[in-house]
Nanobody, 127 residues
């Protein structure tokens, strides 16, 4: 059974940085396409960034470009999202997702490409 567990969320001041984690079990993150999304109250789920396991290429959504970065620690079977220069608008629940489909040039921005989702971790950015 695949489980993704996010952690590391919390309260951070505007301008600060935060790294959140996604620990996987039942799935090897280095053999899966991984993505990060977020959802703010009253808004849809937004793609931030993702990585293809086929070639290691990364994709960035509008909200993740320039400030957010995805990385993988294979030894810990964990995916990270490093967030810099945080703004109050970044306040949301952050989700990691995984797909074993292994498409070349995968649509990492598409939420329906993913088969597994974590429960989310709340990030709140104060002004």
């Amino acid at each position: 059974q695949v489980q993704l567990v996010e952690s590391g969320g919390g309260l951070v001041q505007a301008g600060g940085s935060l790294r959140i984690s996604c620990a996987a079990s039942g799935l090897t993150v280095s053999n899966a396409d991984m993505g990060w999304f977020r959802q703010a109250p009253g808004k849809g789920r937004r793609f931030l960034t993702g990585v293809s396991y086929i070639d290691g290429s990364r994709q960035y959504g509008h909200y993740g470009q320039g400030r957010f970065n995805i990385s993988i620690d294979s030894a810990k079977n964990t995916v990270y999202l490093q967030m810099n220069s945080l703004k109050p608008d970044d306040t949301a629940v952050y989700y990691c997702a995984a797909s074993r489909r292994g498409h070349t040039n995968p649509p990492l921005y598409a939420s329906d490409y993913y088969d597994y989702w974590g429960q989310g971790t709340q990030v709140t950015v104060s002004s």
